[in-house]
Every structure is written in C-alpha cells, then in structure tokens.
C-alpha cells in the first residue's frame, strides 16, 4: 500500500533559521505531491505540488520554497523563517490508479519563536 | 474559481445518535470529485467518503454516508451510530475531474469540528 513518510514530526525553530521538511513516499511510483499549510484552527492552504521530478508549481507566493530531487521525495524550504511559517504542515500524494483521490502523511508541527 | 463552504464551525452529537454535516460548494465544471476527510486529534487527514459527480447514486461507507444534491451543489456528511472516535475536524473537499496541472488540486472547506458526548 502507499504511504507518506514525513519528518521531523515536531520542530521548533528561531526566527531567521533555515527550515527543511522532509517528504517520502512508499509503493508507488511517479505520484503528483503537494504540500499544504494548516494554521491553527483553519482549513488547509495549498502551498506548492509537483508532478515530477524538478517540476514544482506555487500556489501561494511566501517565504517558502519546495524541491522534488527524486521521484519520491518532496521537500519544503526556507532560508529564513517569519513568524507567520508556524504551522502544521502536511504532504500529500495522489492514490496509484486515483488520481483524482490525494492521501496524506502524518504532518509535521512547526513553531517559530 | 472554486469554493467549499463549510457553515457549521462545530457540531455536537449523542453518542450512538446520528448527525449531519453541512457542505455546499461552487463550481462552473459539470464534472468533479468531492470528498470528506477526517482531522483526529492526531491531525493525520483520513479519507472519510468520496463521491463522483456522475454518479447519481449517493455514495456510503459503512456508518457514514452522503446526500450530494448536484444541482444544489450540497454534498453532506451523515454520521450513523456516532462513537466517541468520531470526535475530530471533518473537512469537504473538492477536486475537478480535469487531470494534471492545477486542475488537480484539492480545494478544502474551511472544516467543522465534531463533538461526541458519551
């Protein structure tokens, strides 16, 4: 089956560090990523998603950026993190043979001080 | 564009009672897919239901099933014999049936927290 793997699950980190969120996906091969944004107590943002190796499209021009270096790998960066970055953020793939049906991974919680 | 409009922040249910969630949409695309997911405590975002907008037949998961009126563009979520468990945010989504691009993305609502009393 298709799993989504990301870490860390837990970070916090000062205004101004740098910032990378890891993103792997299990038992599928070429599967379109997306990363999302959920700020407390609201919805879900989609901040970028990939259908392919180098391929990255954003939603929302911010303090982030994404890079897809291998079929399965998504990544989630910053060199410089605001405030306004905390969050809990989640990786998404599309099912193998539903691309119309997206699953997600566990998220991770990132706070900024 | 799209839109997903969830009206109800938050909803409480008796356990073993049923309830219903409240989702209505917007959409100029004849053909779509909607979705409900569930947001447990965990935050881990669980496919609940999906449904075909060509499928006149409203689609059912075991205790959860939905009543998608397609001309009204309402698609909601209801909860049979609620359980504790299904204390969580519930969220609606929607995905056009374009594939590839943007096309593909999923658009949420804004979700509607679930309380269960025992």
């Known amino acids: 089956s298709q799993t989504i793997h990301q870490w860390p699950a837990t970070l916090v980190q000062p205004v101004g560090s740098p910032l990378s969120l890891e993103c792997t996906v299990e038992g599928t091969s070429n599967p379109n990523l997306y990363w999302y944004r959920q700020a407390a107590g609201r919805g879900l943002q989609l901040l970028f998603y990939?259908?392919?190796?180098?391929?990255i499209s954003s939603e929302v021009p911010q303090n982030l950026s994404a890079s897809r270096p291998q079929d399965r790998q998504f990544i989630l960066s910053s060199k410089k993190l605001l405030l306004s970055d905390s969050g809990f953020y989640l990786c998404?793939?599309?099912?193998?043979?539903?691309?119309?049906?997206?699953?997600f991974g566990p998220g991770t919680r990132l706070t900024v001080t | 564009a799209q839109t997903v409009t969830q009206s109800q922040p938050e909803m409480s249910v008796q356990e073993a009672e049923t309830v219903t969630l409240s989702c209505t949409y917007d959409?100029?695309?004849?053909?779509?897919?909607l979705f409900w997911y569930k947001q447990p405590p965990s935050r881990q975002m669980i496919l609940v239901i999906r449904q075909e907008a060509y499928k006149q037949q409203n689609a059912t998961e075991n205790r959860f099933s939905v009543n998608f009126q397609k001309a009204a563009k309402s698609f909601s979520l209801k909860i049979s014999d609620s359980q504790l468990g299904d204390a969580a945010m519930y969220f609606c989504a929607y995905r056009s049936a374009v594939y590839g691009g943007s096309q593909g993305n999923l658009i949420f609502g804004k979700g509607t927290k679930l309380s269960v009393k025992p």
């Open positions: 998404a793939g599309h099912r193998l043979g539903l691309f119309y049906e997206q699953y």
């Open positions: 990939s259908v392919g190796i180098g391929q």
């Open positions: 959409t100029s695309e004849s053909d779509y897919y």
